[in-house]
């Protein structure tokens, strides 16, 4: 079992701590603040809610956390060590020191400064990194490495393992890469509100109604090079590019950081936001995450393409009750409906996943597919049993009721944590020639390996099934 220790449990502190412990690590944290296992423990409420809604396979049984005061006795045994302490460089010289006397050589020291270079923070001697991320941590991807070229590397492929998306910066800058450009829109951001051209409210409307949206996909470049057509990137530098030269922000300049705006900007976020709890804006914020990505796994851009990866990587799920596991994943949020119910064409979808997992299995999988054979479903019958809600574990396992010649007979139970049984789905499929959209005999390794299946759950049980599914006229199709 893999350790991480956290030196800090703060907003970012916290959020590693999730990361790691909801992908299989052991997670020590050592915070000096009496109400840090308070905090890591809501922060860790609401990853538990979110980082499973992003997959569909189960991630790793969760690491045992612990909480220790002293920093040796947390990073002992440790193989990654994130320093997440206030940005103070004066407490990071006299921390990164501590952390690596009591570390092994084999830990990797991370630390999550936002602005600090690795040859300031280790002016001591240390031989710390920096593992910059981006809050909510459990969900988003993006983590930056600067430091030692041999050390990153190592770390990267740490945080492959744990879904994130580490990018190595080529030479040490303050602040990195992401921060740099969110400063830029910071500082115009601060002389809007100030020089009354918007409020906070309007501001963050202009960013999640429009730009937002656009570089949660493709970014700043990528954005540009469509916005200059046909012609592309080159044809929008000669367009835009003298704009450059015109007056059109402030970014040279900082307005005044006094009391008065300080006022100004917390008063207007306050009325902008103020009726909703922290809390409740970070699980707001997280189901909001959770749709996007999702919706950018489908296309397997940006960070949906990063979860599709991961996934990807997990352990098969092995088998239940002798019926192989076929899903098994955590409900979303937008699985639900205004009941707070799975909705029920989720059941269809967690049955169709199911199916294709199983064909998976007999060697129907995407590569049979483009070869032009496939099986397509022709008939479902669908027993609700048991209420779903958000949050819970759904687990679905398929016995082959039959599979000869052209039709392949399933039947998946789909359970509700360990004994609930939630819903049954029976699923008749026939295999099809692509080409022609007509049914076909399957290729012989597949007939073989289907034969076998049925083979294997010939004498079990299957209460519930043959209700109506398979009593088509026809004969066998």
Request: net charge negative.
């Amino acid at each position: 079992m893999s350790k991480a220790a956290i030196i800090g449990g703060g907003v970012i502190g916290g959020g590693w701590a999730a990361r790691f412990l909801l992908n299989g690590w052991d997670v020590a944290v050592s915070d000096p603040d009496p109400q840090a296992e308070r905090k890591i423990t809501e922060v860790l409420a609401n990853a538990r809610r979110a980082l499973p809604a992003l997959y569909d396979r189960g991630l790793p049984p969760e690491g045992r956390l612990s909480f220790v005061s002293d920093i040796a006795e947390a990073v002992v045994g440790a193989d990654w060590v994130q320093e997440s302490i206030p940005e103070t460089l004066e407490l990071k010289h006299r921390i990164l020191p501590a952390i690596q006397a009591a570390a092994g050589p084999q830990a990797i020291i991370g630390s999550s400064t936002s602005g600090f270079k690795p040859s300031e923070l280790n002016a001591a001697g240390t031989c710390a990194i920096v593992a910059h991320p981006f809050n909510p941590v459990y969900l988003l991807p993006l983590v930056e490495l600067v430091g030692d070229a041999a050390t990153c590397a190592d770390a990267a492929a740490i945080l492959r393992n744990i879904g994130m998306y580490p990018l190595t910066i080529r030479k040490e800058i303050d602040a990195h890469i992401a921060d740099r450009l969110l400063e830029a829109v910071w500082r115009e951001a601060l002389w809007l509100v100030k020089d009354g051209i918007a409020t906070t409210e309007e501001i963050d409307e202009s960013i999640r109604m429009g730009f937002g949206i656009r570089w949660a996909q493709m970014g700043l470049f990528e954005t540009y090079r469509i916005a200059g057509g046909e012609a592309g990137m080159a044809h929008f530098m000669a367009q835009f590019g003298p704009a450059l030269s015109w007056p059109w922000t402030k970014l040279m300049d900082v307005p005044e950081f006094n009391e008065e705006l300080v006022d100004l900007i917390a008063s207007q976020s306050d009325a902008q936001s103020g009726h909703m709890s922290i809390r409740e804006l970070e699980r707001l914020r997280d189901d909001n995450v959770v749709g996007m990505i999702r919706a950018l796994r489908r296309t397997n851009s940006g960070a949906g393409g990063v979860v599709r990866t991961h996934e990807a990587s997990l352990p098969d799920p092995g088998e239940r009750k002798g019926l192989p596991i076929t899903a098994t994943r955590q409900v979303p949020v937008s699985w639900t409906d205004y009941n707070g119910h799975m909705n029920e064409a989720h059941y269809l979808e967690a049955a169709s996943q199911a199916t294709d997992r199983f064909m998976e299995l007999i060697g129907a999988d995407a590569a049979y597919v483009a070869s032009g054979r496939s099986y397509f479903t022709v008939e479902n019958h669908l027993r609700y049993l048991d209420e779903v809600r958000a949050g819970d574990t759904l687990t679905v396992t398929t016995q082959v009721l039959a599979g000869q010649g052209k039709r392949m007979h399933l039947f998946h139970r789909l359970w509700r944590g360990p004994v609930n049984l939630a819903a049954t789905v029976e699923t008749m499929l026939l295999h099809t020639d692509l080409s022609t959209r007509r049914a076909s005999e399957p290729r012989t390794p597949i007939a073989e390996a289907l034969s076998n299946w049925v083979a294997r759950h010939a004498d079990m049980p299957a209460e519930g099934a043959g209700r109506s599914v398979g009593q088509r006229p026809g004969g066998s199709g």
